[in-house]
């Protein structure tokens, strides 16, 4: 299945509370900006976040430059005058504009095509001016193998910078256990880097 077409599906399917990667409140995006001394008057990127709550938690904190890409038009939330909403497929999207913070939380672990990461990374460049700081939260290798009937990527801190090349400096990593809706635990690796 087109990719845009499953995306589409389950989000027209299920209710944000049904997906496994439901946070009421995105507490682990939120604490790793507040770690790294990010805020309302930075830039922000949320790549995949189109059924999270951070876009409008980051509204009602202040922040006024906030952009949300998705696949999924169905997946597109919260209509506030901060957020900036583009439905595009993220392989084939290139920013028209740089970021202060890009921010990715389980989108890139889809990307199990060598030249779809590609494509990924090469838009990521373009997003990303130096200094930006890019922060990732992938599957890790003891994740799960698949998710919403897709396979995935797992990954370590190591093997993120390595797709994400020498152009991007590694600040921080650490490992994060989500709680699904239903209560079973998912091993996530984040990663914050900075752009040369």
């Not at 995006?29 to 876009?55: K, M, T």
């Not at 938690?57 to 006024?64: K, Q, S, V």
Request: charged residues 25%; glycine residues 6%; negative net charge.
């Amino acid at each position: 299945m087109n990719p845009r077409n499953h995306w589409r599906a389950v989000y027209e399917a299920k209710r944000p509370e049904e997906v496994s990667w439901y946070q009421a409140v995105p507490e682990p995006s939120l604490a790793a900006l507040e770690r790294f001394g990010v805020g309302p008057n930075e830039s922000l990127i949320d790549v995949g976040g189109g059924a999270s709550a951070l876009a409008g938690e980051l509204a009602a904190l202040g922040w006024r430059d906030i952009t949300v890409l998705d696949i999924a038009a169905s997946a597109i939330g919260d209509k506030s005058e901060a957020i900036t909403w583009i439905d595009a497929d993220i392989r084939h999207w290139r920013p028209d504009r740089t970021y202060d913070v890009w921010h990715d939380r389980a989108l890139f672990h889809f990307l199990t095509e060598p030249a779809d990461r590609a494509n990924y990374t090469e838009a990521l460049r373009a997003g990303a001016h130096k200094d930006s700081l890019v922060i990732l939260a992938t599957f890790a290798l003891d994740g799960p193998e698949k998710c919403s009937d897709l396979p995935v990527r797992r990954y370590d801190a190591e093997a993120i910078m390595a797709e994400l090349g020498d152009e991007f400096a590694l600040v921080e990593a650490w490992r994060q256990a989500h709680v699904t809706p239903w209560g079973a635990e998912q091993s996530f690796q984040w990663a914050a880097f900075n752009r040369r």
